[in-house]
């Protein structure tokens, strides 16, 4: 049976006047229902464009190179735009960092939430589409919903913005939700709310979640499995509580013990020495050699594999790690 999502060998890329750029090469990973899965990395590492290639929503110049988006079996890379829109925020719904940015100021909740039904249920009345909106205000916690309903985003608490954003996200039943930092702008508090919140509706709604976002201390309180990038590859991948209790490859190693105090156990802030290369400049090798504490002659000019690490469930990229070999005996 096919999963839910599955991301297979994904190349994206950016076509420049000076020639194209690579942005992601042989990102794979899937997503079943009820799942949730956190893409973390720092800024630049191509989680985002990731997400947005999910959605057919990479702004140009970048474009699916290579590769495959198959949701429930049907490759999203290959479709109409005419059949993307009937799966895009109605099937697969995205959440943004600013609720400011997604909702529109001079329209009520009300009218922004059953615009959104009615754009992919034409046939559904007014009524019909009210009810639904009212309910989903009510799935996301929002107190007093109808009166709620006529009111206008600056009306609402940033935290209750971000609530009415999910409660748009899920007005369609969408299999699958992603995220981009959807709690950055809140304060810690809120950002806590809003992530159990999240959690809490992807087991009742059994929705597959993608959580994108540089913050590993979120995507361990919230999400069962992870996938790290850097330089637009998947370094470590896992069930995350093994990623962070033992994490593998040097970077989640960096990641990990830059997490605040608290996060993880740990008394002191530890950043990782160093930038995230651009696009342009992805060192040879392993790209994380000129900020690697363990860098070996081989990385600066061999590139490591994503293998399976021996003896656990965790992938990585990195000649330190030792393969697990499967033999058929
Ligand atoms: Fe560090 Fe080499 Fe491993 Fe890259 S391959 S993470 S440079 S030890």
Redesign the pocket.
Known sequence: MSSLLEVKDLVIKFGLRTGDVTATTGVSFTIEKGEKLGLVGESGAGKSVTGFSIIVLISKPGYVADGHILFKGTDLTKISSEEMRNIRGNRISMIFQDPMMTLNPVLTIGTQMTETLLAHNPKMSMKEASEIALEKLRKVHIPSPEKRLEQYPHEFSGGMRQRIIIAIALITDPEIIIADEPTTALDVTIQAEIMDLISELCETEDMGFILITHDLAVVASVTENIAVMYAGRIVEKGRTRDVIDNPQ???TKGLIKALPEGAKGSNRLNQIKGMMPTLTNIPDG?A??PR?P???DI?KTDE?SLIQVKGMDTQA????CKEEVFTNE
């Open positions: 490859h040097p970077y392993c994380f050699n690697c363990y860098v070996m990385c490591p990229a990195c000649f330190l």
